[in-house]
């Protein structure tokens, strides 16, 4: 992969000069051939950039990272201050990074291999054919395993679970999750557990019944804390079951149902209690200060209290208002919708957290607002699906995009923003207003408009016009010819 990154530069790099040199050689710095090649100072931060053959070819430099890209087919990216690089072919098919010593390439999402350092100082590499084939290799063979789905293997911090064994799974499967054991059989039929101070078992859907007691933790302070007990059990699931959990804390609850027919919960915190589990639930909460009644849910709620102000009649509106409050801050979240999904509105707000979002048709009209109360900075995009995407940082950069079909949907998504959005992009237009630069361009500078305090630069039909003023001084050149 370095080596035909290599070729590859230097292949554009002789083709730049190719270029540079049919025009002005009297020129200090490459002259513009707009589609055909362009070089400029980035507007939005300190760097600069070099576009070829339009959206199919460009470099970029900046204080602390470079890409070098092929849209859509390749992309190197890579951030030296940070140890990582990226290498991206038609995305998402293939990407191949690393950061530090840990690296991974997959393909398609299911073929993976991956490998780093652990704690222990030992380097491990994994490969993966998911869901099929898992394999760990280290110099300390205590990380190794492999795995062959579902005939036998065992697997360390994989799946959500610290280690897992299994042989003709789902005959039979063991796992660990912290100091807790599973055994299953015939998984989800059968399980006997085990841990610290808990022991259960279940035969499902005919009964089962877990126990665990008030045990202690030590931390790496020497605190000791205390972890509560709970209590399983069902039979017949789900046509009863019972369960009582966050015993020895200040807010035991328990729990009988009978699904559908009814589910009771009760704590000193808050009482539940549905019937025909879930169209129909009256809820009386004494922490939050709210009370609530729901029929049939989701699609009617009436919430009242100083905690929840909610009133919906789904999907023709719903309105919302949520307070809570801790030891620390308070968290406000608002929601509304009418006639859902044509309008819909969420404001959250911790301080100094804001941030509000509006929306209609899901993401055929986006506005999203985030600020810090504090400072004041802000941060703000809007985009209307698949015309343009504006976002504002908390800088003050202004940047508009059209077009933008995906931005919308994945608006921070880096791979996208290397390897595609430059085939779609436009029209561009930037502004910075820390040093008062601004730039705009159409179809991948065909035309080509810079602006700075002392500077302004305009390139038109593959650098056939070109107008430039430094102060008082202007020049204007029509088919590469100087002294206009």
Not at 19 to 35: E, N, R
Not at 125 to 143: A, D, G
Not at 397 to 424: C, K, Y
């Given at each position: 992969?370095?080596?035909?990154?290599?070729?590859?530069?230097h292949?554009l790099?002789?083709l730049?000069?190719?270029?540079?040199?049919?025009?002005?050689?009297?020129?200090?710095?490459?002259?513009?051939a707009g589609?055909?090649?362009?070089?400029?100072?980035?507007?939005?931060?300190a760097?600069?950039?070099?576009?070829?053959?339009g959206?199919?070819?460009y470099?970029?430099?900046?204080?602390?990272?470079?890409?070098?890209?092929?849209?859509?087919?390749f992309?190197?990216y890579?951030?030296p201050?940070l140890?990582t690089?990226?290498?991206?072919?038609l995305?998402?098919?293939?990407s191949y990074?690393y950061?530090g010593?840990?690296w991974r390439?997959?393909?398609?999402?299911?073929?993976?291999?991956?490998?780093?350092?652990?704690?222990?100082?030992?380097?491990?590499h994994?490969?993966?054919?998911?869901?099929?084939y898992?394999?760990?290799?280290?110099?300390?063979?205590?990380?190794?395993?492999?795995a062959?789905f579902?005939?036998?293997?065992h697997?360390q911090?994989?799946?959500?679970?610290d280690?897992?064994f299994?042989?003709m799974?789902?005959?039979?499967?063991?796992?660990?999750?912290?100091?807790?054991?599973?055994?299953?059989y015939?998984?989800?039929?059968?399980?006997i557990?085990h841990?610290d101070?808990l022991?259960?078992w279940?035969?499902?859907?005919?009964?089962g019944?877990?126990?665990?007691?008030?045990?202690s933790?030590?931390?790496?302070?020497?605190?000791?804390?205390?972890?509560?007990?709970?209590t399983?059990?069902?039979?017949?699931?789900?046509?009863?079951?019972?369960?009582?959990?966050?015993?020895?804390?200040?807010?035991?609850v328990?729990?009988?149902?009978?699904?559908?027919?009814?589910?009771?919960?009760?704590?000193?915190l808050?009482?539940?209690?549905?019937y025909?589990?879930?169209?129909?639930?009256?809820?009386?909460?004494?922490?939050?200060?709210?009370?609530?009644?729901?029929?049939?849910?989701?699609?009617?709620?009436?919430a009242?209290g100083e905690g929840?102000h909610?009133s919906?009649?789904?999907?023709i509106?719903?309105?919302?208002?949520?307070?809570e409050?801790?030891?620390?801050?308070?968290r406000?979240?608002?929601?509304?919708s009418?006639?859902?999904?044509?309008?819909?509105y969420?404001?959250?707000?911790?301080?100094p957290?804001?941030?509000?979002r509006t929306?209609?048709?899901?993401?055929?009209?986006?506005?999203?607002?985030?600020?810090?109360?504090?400072s004041?900075?802000?941060?703000?995009?809007?985009?209307?699906?698949?015309?343009?995407?504006?976002?504002h940082d908390f800088?003050?950069?202004?940047?508009?995009?059209?077009?933008?079909p995906?931005?919308v949907?994945?608006?921070?998504?880096?791979?996208i923003?290397?390897?595609?959005?430059?085939?779609?992009?436009?029209?561009?237009?930037?502004?910075?207003?820390t040093?008062?630069?601004?730039?705009?361009s159409?179809?991948?500078?065909l035309y080509r408009r810079?602006?700075?305090?002392?500077h302004?630069k305009?390139?038109?039909?593959f650098?056939?016009?070109q107008?430039?003023?430094n102060?008082?001084?202007?020049?204007?050149?029509?088919?590469?010819?100087?002294?206009?």
């Amino acid at each position: 992969m370095r080596f035909s990154s290599f070729v590859i530069r230097h292949w554009l790099l002789a083709l730049a000069v190719f270029l540079s040199g049919t025009v002005f050689a009297d020129d200090k710095a490459t002259p513009p051939a707009g589609f055909l090649f362009y070089h400029f100072k980035l507007t939005l931060e300190a760097g600069e950039r070099t576009e070829i053959a339009g959206p199919f070819f460009y470099s970029q430099k900046k204080p602390d990272e470079n890409t070098f890209a092929f849209p859509p087919f390749f992309s190197d990216y890579q951030n030296p201050s940070l140890e990582t690089r990226e290498y991206d072919v038609l995305y998402p098919l293939f990407s191949y990074e690393y950061y530090g010593e840990e690296w991974r390439w997959q393909l398609g999402e299911l073929f993976s291999f991956a490998g780093g350092r652990e704690t222990d100082e030992f380097h491990t590499h994994r490969f993966t054919l998911f869901p099929i084939y898992f394999q760990q290799r280290s110099l300390n063979t205590n990380l190794n395993y492999t795995a062959v789905f579902p005939f036998y293997g065992h697997l360390q911090n994989r799946l959500f679970r610290d280690k897992m064994f299994f042989v003709m799974f789902p005959i039979y499967g063991q796992t660990w999750k912290k100091d807790v054991v599973t055994d299953n059989y015939f998984y989800p039929i059968g399980h006997i557990r085990h841990g610290d101070g808990l022991h259960g078992w279940q035969v499902w859907p005919f009964a089962g019944r877990e126990e665990k007691v008030i045990t202690s933790i030590t931390n790496g302070f020497g605190d000791v804390s205390q972890t509560p007990a709970h209590t399983n059990s069902f039979i017949l699931w789900p046509l009863w079951f019972n369960q009582n959990y966050d015993i020895g804390t200040t807010n035991p609850v328990t729990l009988r149902a009978s699904i559908p027919l009814f589910a009771k919960i009760r704590s000193p915190l808050r009482d539940q209690t549905s019937y025909l589990w879930p169209l129909f639930a009256w809820i009386d909460d004494r922490g939050l200060q709210y009370h609530e009644w729901e029929g049939p849910w989701p699609f009617v709620i009436f919430a009242r209290g100083e905690g929840k102000h909610t009133s919906r009649v789904w999907p023709i509106f719903s309105e919302s208002r949520k307070i809570e409050h801790n030891p620390e801050q308070i968290r406000t979240l608002e929601s509304d919708s009418y006639v859902w999904p044509i309008y819909r509105y969420k404001h959250y707000h911790s301080e100094p957290w804001d941030q509000q979002r509006t929306s209609i048709v899901f993401y055929l009209f986006v506005d999203v607002l985030e600020k810090n109360t504090t400072s004041g900075e802000r941060k703000e995009w809007h985009e209307l699906w698949p015309l343009y995407h504006w976002r504002h940082d908390f800088n003050g950069n202004e940047r508009l995009q059209i077009l933008a079909p995906l931005e919308v949907v994945l608006p921070t998504n880096r791979g996208i923003e290397r390897n595609w959005a430059p085939l779609w992009s436009l029209w561009v237009s930037e502004k910075n207003p820390t040093t008062h630069a601004q730039s705009q361009s159409l179809l991948w500078n065909l035309y080509r408009r810079e602006a700075a305090p002392e500077h302004k630069k305009i390139s038109l039909f593959f650098g056939l016009y070109q107008s430039e003023a430094n102060g008082a001084t202007h020049r204007t050149r029509l088919f590469y010819l100087p002294g206009f």
